[in-house]
C-alpha cells in the first residue's frame, strides 16, 4: 500500500512562500509527530507534503491513504484534496484543529475523522484498517506524555522554514482565553523532562524554539527543564505570559539556562477588552514595566495584538504603532480577532448573529468575519492593514532593534531580519478573498 500524509495550508497565504518566509515560517511539527504513528510494515511508500512550501499532485502516484491534518483557514483546501482523491480511489482521513471543532462537517469530505490527539487515535484507525473495519470517528483526548513520540524531523521538508528546530515540552496550557482554541485540542500534560532533554541532544542544535503556548505556566515543571537546560548551552525562545515578567527569580534562570525572547500575548492595551476575553493577566497598564523587567534579564519581547475586541475604538488601534515603540518591544505581530469555531467567542458571536461569514478561508487573522462592536468589519479590515504598515515604517523598525537588549549580540541580525520581514510581508495590501 501506498501512504500520503498533506499538511494542508491556505492557498491565499502566498506572502509566507515569498523571500523572506525562511525568517518568518517555523518549522511544522504536525506530521513529524504523526509519521511516528503509522506502522511501516504495511507501506511499501509514505510520502509527505507541507503546503507551506510544498504542492499536491493528484495523479503522480495513485494512493491507498490520503491523511490531511489542517485548521480552519485550510478547511477548504483540505476539503478539495480529499474530493480529489477519493474520485481516484483513495481513502481519506482527517485531522486537526478544524476537525476537533466540527467533526460532523469534516465527515462530509473524509471516510475518517481523528478528533483531538493522534497518539492513540492513528494507531487504532490503521488496525482496524487493515482489519477490513475502519470507523468513521476517533477520538482519544487521555494521551500520556510518556507515550509522545519523538518528531521524525527528517521525514518534513525544512523548505522555507526557519532554520531553528522546534521542542515541545507541554502542548497544552491552563489558561481559558475566549479567542483561543487550543483547549478543543490538547490538555496541559507536561512530558517527563529526560525525554525532552533527550530530543533536545539528538537535535545538536545551538539553538532552539519552544512550541509550548505556555512554557512557564507550570513553574515547578518550568524550573526543573530549565535545570536540565543550562549544561546544554543551548540559546532559545519560547511562549510566555505577561505575569512571568513579574518572576525576577524564574526570568534569571531562564535567561542562565539559555533563554533569549520570549512570544507574549500581550492582545490589546485595553484593560475591558483583556478582561472580556477571560485573559488571566489583565491589567495592560502594567506592560511597560513588564517589558522593561524582561529586558533588565537580557530577554527580548516579541508582544502580539489582537484587534477587534468590543471596547476597542478606532482611535486607540490606529494609536498602536506608536504605543508599542513607548511599551519598547523587540518585536511585534498583529492579527483581527477571529472566533474560531470550538472558541467560547464563536459560540458567543454565533448565538448572537454577529459571525457574517462562514466561508472558512477568511479565518485567517487577516480579515474580519463578525460584526464589531464599534466600526463596521470593513473599517476593522483596513484599521488592522493601517496599523501593519505603520508599525513597520522604517523609523519605527530601526528603534526597536536599536533599543532591544540584543543590540551587542550577534543575534541581533536574527531580530533585524525577523522585523524585515515582516515588513514585507505584503499584510498590509492584502483585500478580502
Not at 504513528?37 to 512550501?53: A, G, T, Y
Not at 494609536?319 to 459560540?347: E, H
Not at 466600526?375 to 523598525?397: F, G, H, T
Request: hydrophobic share 35%; proline share 5%.
Amino acid at each position: 500500500m501506498k501512504l500520503l500524509m498533506i499538511h494542508a495550508w491556505n492557498g491565499s497565504e502566498t506572502s509566507y512562500r515569498g523571500k523572506f518566509s525562511s525568517f518568518l515560517s517555523y518549522p511544522s511539527l504536525t506530521l513529524a509527530a504523526i509519521y511516528p504513528l503509522i506502522p511501516k510494515d504495511v507501506f511499501e511508500q509514505i510520502d509527505v507534503v507541507d503546503e507551506n512550501s510544498q504542492y499536491v499532485n493528484y495523479d503522480k502516484v495513485k494512493y491507498d491513504i490520503v491523511m490531511i491534518s489542517f485548521d480552519t483557514s485550510s478547511s477548504f483546501s483540505a476539503y478539495k484534496h480529499a474530493e480529489e482523491f477519493k474520485k481516484r480511489g483513495a481513502y481519506a482521513v482527517g485531522g486537526g484543529y478544524h476537525a476537533t471543532a466540527l467533526p460532523d462537517e469534516v465527515l462530509q469530505y473524509f471516510d475518517t475523522v481523528i478528533v483531538g490527539p493522534a497518539e492513540i487515535s492513528v494507531p487504532q484507525f490503521f488496525e482496524d484498517y487493515i482489519s477490513g473495519q475502519p470507523k468513521s470517528r476517533y477520538e482519544n483526548f487521555d494521551v500520556c506524555s510518556v507515550c509522545f513520540p519523538i518528531p521524525a524531523r527528517d521525514k518534513i521538508t525544512k523548505k522555507k522554514k526557519l532554520n531553528i528546530p522546534a521542542v515541545i515540552a507541554n502542548r497544552g496550557c491552563g489558561n481559558f482565553c475566549k479567542y483561543c482554541s487550543m483547549r478543543t485540542m490538547w490538555k496541559s500534560n507536561p512530558r517527563p523532562v529526560e525525554n525532552v532533554i533527550e530530543e533536545v541532544k539528538a537535535l545538536k542544535t545551538k539553538m532552539l524554539i519552544f512550541y509550548d503556548p505556555n512554557f512557564f505556566g507550570d513553574r515547578e515543571y518550568a524550573l526543573e527543564l530549565m535545570a536540565a537546560l543550562k549544561p546544554l548551552k543551548i540559546l532559545w525562545a519560547s511562549n510566555a505570559t505577561a505575569d512571568f515578567g513579574y518572576d525576577h527569580e524564574l526570568m534569571q534562570i531562564a535567561y542562565d539556562s539559555g533563554c533569549r525572547g520570549v512570544l507574549i500575548g500581550l492582545e490589546s492595551l485595553n484593560t475591558q477588552s483583556l478582561t472580556s476575553a477571560a485573559k488571566r493577566f489583565h491589567d495592560s497598564d502594567k506592560y511597560k514595566e513588564i517589558i522593561d523587567n524582561l529586558h533588565s534579564h537580557k530577554i527580548a519581547v516579541n508582544g502580539c495584538f489582537v484587534l477587534g475586541f468590543d471596547n476597542d475604538t478606532e482611535e486607540e488601534l490606529l494609536a498602536l504603532p506608536d504605543r508599542v515603540v513607548n511599551l519598547g518591544l523587540d518585536m511585534c505581530r498583529f492579527a483581527v480577532l477571529t472566533p474560531y469555531p470550538g472558541t467560547k467567542f464563536y459560540n458567543e458571536f454565533d448565538r448572537d448573529g454577529r459571525i457574517i461569514s462562514k466561508d472558512w478561508s477568511k479565518y485567517n487573522q487577516h480579515n474580519t468575519i463578525f460584526q464589531p462592536k464599534n466600526m463596521s468589519p470593513e473599517r476593522l479590515d483596513q484599521i488592522y492593514r493601517q496599523v501593519w504598515k505603520d508599525a513597520y515604517s522604517w523609523k519605527r523598525l530601526w528603534k526597536r532593534v536599536w533599543n532591544s537588549p540584543w543590540r551587542k549580540h550577534y543575534y541581533v541580525f536574527i531580530l533585524l531580519t525577523a522585523n524585515i520581514g515582516f515588513k514585507f510581508l505584503g499584510i498590509d495590501k492584502r483585500r478580502k478573498r
